[in-house]
């Protein structure tokens, strides 16, 4: 089993900043990705950003250019940074941790964008 457990997220203005982070403990070592996803109220949940264990990226084409998504494999974390925020990044961000047989999930964080 894997645990995920996310931190970091908030309210912040139009244009801000925020870093979540994504905390793996448990049997890390079957996890070959690492990703985050959010849900909007009344939407799917959707990918946001997705890295390997070799660091390969990948990102909805939303958060292109605004996030980074990056992993620190020796603390067995992910992080999400995310700049010039807008009303649309308003959901619930979830970490997520792929193995070959299974997909992990963290409890979530809010992220809220408002003025």
């Known amino acids: 089993q894997v645990q995920l457990v996310e931190s970091g997220g908030g309210l912040v203005q139009p244009g801000g900043s925020l870093r979540l982070s994504c905390a793996a403990s448990?049997?890390?070592?079957?996890?070959?990705?690492m990703g985050w996803y959010r849900q909007a109220p009344g939407k799917q949940r959707e990918l946001v950003a997705t890295?390997?264990?070799?660091?390969?990226?990948n990102y909805a084409d939303s958060v292109k250019g605004r996030f980074t998504i990056s992993r620190d494999n020796a603390k067995n974390t992910v992080y999400l940074q995310m700049n010039y925020l807008n009303l649309e990044d308003t959901a619930v961000y979830y970490c997520s941790a792929q193995s070959f047989l299974s997909t992990y999930w963290g409890q979530g964080t809010q992220v809220t964008v408002s003025s």
């Open positions: 890295i390997t264990l070799g660091g390969s990226t």
């Open positions: 448990g049997s890390t070592n079957v996890i070959y990705e």
